[in-house]
């Protein structure tokens, strides 16, 4: 494949012969609304339960059965639509999108067409070239359907309605992306700003979290949008830049080919890693949209806005605005530091327990350094880190007041792991405080210049190199306490 | 004494208050009378063994403080009745039984009515004369072979047969007026959003209104106050201060401005009609209503409009009938193959009709010119009426264009079903209250109905115009019995 490498992420440029192609990218994010009940009626949401145990008649659309929106869920849209810089409108409209499908009860989908709650608004990434800011055309609400499940029954398919009526909300961004990279730097910035305003949980692999991703490919330096494809319904990121790599190179192929790109919806399959086509433009449904006649129109006031704007919590922008000008920590380790909710939370308190003494390099090496890859290690999220904040903290200030070295720390850290434990505990009961008394250290490095004369001798006259031979023996000796950089100082001074 | 079945609801309660007659002396009469009514065709579900044992249960153990004490009531069998078949009239659902109550049929049962059965109706309330019904025709208990109305033709013969002392239907282009003027009997279409649409199957969303339907104003103004309630699990059902119907009824309609229409004189009308509107204003004038002659220009869009709007909204409504949950399956190589037999085997001509008109309505490319379009001369219609309003207090016109025609006659030719409607369809349209009451007869003595509408929520001023023409007409129905 000829795909130029370049450096910069934000880019993925394809090369057949002397042209030079880029890619055009637009995602349709469909994000379950975190709520206890359904958007149109009190079914829970929980997932993981047994089939069709959470279906009300409205979901499973009974004759006569009528929906009543959930207040709620239209103010978590609003929450989700103020966190992405976006327009609030005072009015909406619900919509019946029609087509005919076993997990669709009543025959059609509630659904926004023209007039979404969330109008245009915008998202920050942060690339390594820096930032880019993407275009948010719309969010608007709609129920999700049931499940189709075609494996388990030999003959038959069976339907799940769990799922069915439960709120989502359809984020569609401009066609501002143009790389892999950047597909994942939106979702996962998007992610970030719901796990915040805690309006999705962001899990896809519960499919809280899936998308269209629609594709176009162009000459690079033309601003002409070329004939895009719509992959539904990609469920990983992993599986996005995936899809998006093969459906680029399949079109610029065609093109090359001076063939035509027919606009069509397309099904991404993860074995095979390819696009296949699922339906073309001539045979797309006509979903014959009209207003809800059971619902009236979504008005808003002001008021209800402000309201949930006061409600806004510190969002990831901020919030890395803040970490670099309060805590004077770099503009990348503040984006990491904020990407998660629960990282930044984390962050937060070890920098509060560690009190006015505080070394704000060590906190963001020893959490992005030792903790992430112990985190990584089990597969688990930092809510769930096996050492707490104020341990970690603690940790942290025996580094910084000379009470143990960076080395011993590691040792307390692996002890640490089994039930949280205090460092301070480990330290004494093991006995790793740090030798920093220097007569002692004097006393230790005198016999070892003795037991190594000819290697002192050999220092002097020039093999510099020795020194580390004396350093590593001076700390065998202490059993890795003593003090290193007092080590360090006496050396220079004996030798 | 007269006999039992011949009593209004409102001498029943008074009669079961006193003590006079008990209610499962009531129930046992309507029950009797019923089974020997049954070349009429009315009821597609009977219920009468329960409704026996609960009016005897009702006698045990009386409640007069309530406002339907042990009444037997049967309703349109649009309704969904808690563990009682609900059919709509059509195949598809020939077998459900619902597990839930509408909320009008429940009002009911908390004031002390008891179900007597469901009502023979046209096929999801698509039809003027109930020959749409996959249970058959219901004869009009005026005359052999003739239709009773629709869609609630069912309710309007089983109340002018004295099968049941008052009853229910639903209107949604005039299913409750028309059929009430068919049979020489009372039917009020409240406003949009007074009477709950849950656990009413669905026929047009934007349209559909339950209303009482009775022997007289007065039985309809005390079953309006038991129905009309605000209910939460309808986001369309207002929240308005609703009158006590029944005791602020009077014939004083001394001043009030009642307007005529010029539009509704149109092609074709037959002279007794327009007799009957005039005789109908004379009655008005006679009652101390003031006569003013109005406009309403958009008149003559309103059936054009109606019959867009209402089978786009059933296209869509009707698409739960798959075959996937409940009601009728017929067995397909696959699902499409599934659907298309469930379909074509459960709905009957008009409604496979109306689904795909209104189908066609609402496709890309035809919205606009169509559906669109519809909406805007429908919001035109509902000025014209507000504007009405600024100089009178109600409109008076003819119910029908014609009174009850003969089983068949207009079964072939849709479009002159559908002009049945012309005169009650712009009240859906605009979401107005109106009533249809009997106020004479054709030259084969069949009757004729005029309808009052009144201004959005204002049923109080409807039900006293007609409460006090009521009195100057005298109309009474002559039921001969001939099917028994």
Not at chain 2, 63 to 90: H, M, Q, W, Y
Not at chain 2, 237 to 248: G, L
Not at chain 2, 307 to 329: C, F, H, M, T, W
Request: charge should be neutral.
């Amino acid at each position: 494949m000829d795909v130029i490498m370049s450096k910069n992420n934000s880019e993925y440029l394809i090369k057949r012969k002397d042209n030079v192609y880029e890619v055009v990218i637009g995602l349709e994010v469909h994000a379950q609304v975190t709520s206890n009940s359904k958007l149109f009626s009190s079914s829970s949401t929980k997932f993981g339960a047994e089939p069709n145990t959470q279906v009300s008649l409205v979901d499973a659309a009974f004759p006569g059965m009528l929906p009543v929106i959930n207040e709620y869920c239209v103010k978590q849209a609003i929450k989700t639509g103020i966190g992405l810089k976006a327009k609030i409108n005072n009015k909406s409209v619900f919509d019946r999108k029609n087509y005919f499908y076993a997990d669709l009860p009543q025959g059609y989908q509630i659904s926004q067409y023209k007039y979404p709650i969330v109008g245009e608004g915008n998202v920050i990434l942060d690339m390594s070239e820096g930032q880019k800011q993407v275009g948010i055309e719309r969010l608007h609400l709609e129920q999700d359907a049931g499940k189709s499940i075609h494996d388990v029954d030999p003959s038959n398919t069976l339907v799940d309605l769990n799922r069915s009526g439960v709120a989502l909300m359809e984020i569609v961004s401009k066609p501002d992306l143009r790389s892999p990279d950047e597909v994942n730097a939106y979702i996962k910035k998007l992610r970030s700003i719901m796990r915040y305003l805690g309006t999705c949980d962001g899990n896809m692999q519960e499919g809280s979290l899936r998308a269209d991703v629609n594709v176009s490919v162009r000459l690079k330096g033309s601003t002409d949008l070329g004939t895009r494809c719509e992959i539904k319904n990609v469920n990983s990121i992993k599986f996005m830049q995936m899809a998006i790599i093969y459906e680029a190179n399949r079109q610029v192929d065609l093109i090359e080919e001076g063939e035509e790109i027919d606009q069509e919806t397309r099904l991404f399959d993860t074995k095979k890693n390819e696009t296949r086509s699922m339906r073309s433009k001539e045979d797309a449904h006509d979903y014959r949209y009209f207003p809800d006649p059971d619902l009236l129109p979504l008005e808003i006031t002001d008021k209800f806005i402000d309201q949930i704007k006061s409600e806004i919590p510190e969002l990831p922008d901020d919030k890395k605005k803040r970490f670099i000008d309060d805590f004077k920590v770099s503009s990348y380790e503040a984006t990491i530091l904020v990407s998660d909710i629960d990282t930044a939370k984390y962050f937060e308190e070890v920098v509060a327990k560690m009190g006015k003494n505080r070394d704000m390099k060590l906190a963001v090496n020893w959490i992005t350094g030792e903790l992430f890859a112990v985190l990584n290690n089990k597969n688990i999220e930092i809510a769930q880190s096996p050492i707490s904040a104020k341990n970690l903290a603690k940790l942290i200030n025996l580094i910084k007041n000379g009470t143990i070295s960076g080395k011993i720390a590691k040792t307390i850290f692996e002890l640490m792991l089994d039930g949280d434990i205090d460092p301070q505990i480990i330290v004494e009961e093991k006995g790793l405080k740090q030798q920093s008394d220097p007569k002692a250290l004097e006393a230790l490095i005198d016999k070892i210049i003795n037991d190594n004369r000819e290697k002192a001798i050999e220092y002097k006259q020039g093999k510099e190199k020795l020194f580390g031979f004396f350093v590593g023996q001076a700390m065998k000796a202490s059993s890795g306490k003593a003090n290193p950089q007092l080590i360090n100082e006496i050396l220079k001074k004996k030798l | 004494m007269t006999e039992i079945t011949s009593l209004g609801l409102f001498e029943l309660i008074k009669n079961i208050k006193e003590k006079k007659i008990s209610s499962n002396e009531v129930a046992k009469s309507f029950v009797d009378r019923s089974e020997k009514s049954k070349k009429l065709n009315v009821y597609v579900t009977e219920n009468f063994e329960n409704c026996l044992k609960l009016s005897k249960d009702f006698d045990n153990k009386p409640n007069f403080d309530l406002k339907l004490p042990g009444i037997p009531i049967a309703v349109k069998d649009l309704f969904c009745t808690n563990e009682v078949r609900t059919t709509a009239g059509s195949n598809i659902l020939n077998n459900f039984v619902p597990s839930y109550e509408s909320t009008v049929t429940q009002n009911i049962w908390n004031e002390g009515g008891i179900l007597l059965g469901k009502l023979n109706c046209d096929e999801f309330a698509m039809g003027s004369s109930n020959e749409t019904s996959f249970f058959g025709n219901v004869q009009n208990p005026i005359a052999k072979d003739l239709v009773p109305g629709g869609s609630s033709g069912g309710s309007s013969s089983a109340l002018a047969a004295n099968l049941t002392p008052i009853t229910i239907g639903t209107d949604t282009g005039g299913s409750i007026r028309q059929p009430a003027s068919f049979t020489g009997t009372v039917g009020l279409k409240p406003t949009y959003g007074s009477c709950s649409r849950y656990g009413i199957v669905a026929f047009a969303s934007s349209l559909d209104q339950a209303g009482p339907m009775s022997k007289d104003v007065k039985d309809s103004s005390i079953l309006l106050e038991v129905i009309s309630s605000f209910d939460k699990k309808d986001s369309t059902s207002i929240d308005f201060k609703r009158n006590n119907y029944s005791s602020e009824l009077t014939r004083n309609i001394k001043g009030i401005k009642i307007g005529i229409p010029k539009e509704y004189r149109v092609d074709g009308m037959p002279e007794e009609i327009e007799k009957l509107w005039k005789k109908g204003i004379e009655y008005a004038k006679d009652c101390g209503a003031e006569i003013i002659d109005i406009s309403l220009p958009h008149t003559s869009y309103a059936l054009p409009t109606y019959y867009i709007v209402a089978p786009a909204e059933a296209s869509s409504n009707l698409a739960r009938y798959d075959g996937v949950k409940y009601g009728l399956r017929s067995s397909g190589q696959n699902l499409v193959d599934m659907y298309e037999k469930t379909r074509s085997e459960g709905f009957g001509e008009e409604v496979k009709r109306r689904i795909m008109i209104g189908t066609y309505v609402l496709s890309s490319g035809y919205y606009d010119a169509y559906y669109l379009k519809a909406q805007k001369v429908r919001q035109l219609i509902k000025q014209d009426f507000d504007q009405a309003y600024n100089k009178v207090d109600a409109i008076l016109t003819p119910s029908t264009p014609s009174s009850a025609f003969k089983i068949g006659e207009k079964s072939n030719d849709p479009v002159s079903m559908y002009l049945n409607d012309i005169f009650t369809v712009p009240v859906n349209l605009a979401g107005l209250p109106g009533i249809s009451i009997p106020a004479g007869t054709d030259k084969n003595n069949y009757p004729l109905g005029l309808q009052i509408i009144g201004k959005p929520f204002d049923e109080q001023t409807v039900l006293n115009i007609a409460y006090s023409m009521e009195e100057k007409i005298n109309y009474k129905n002559n039921i001969t019995d001939w099917w028994m």
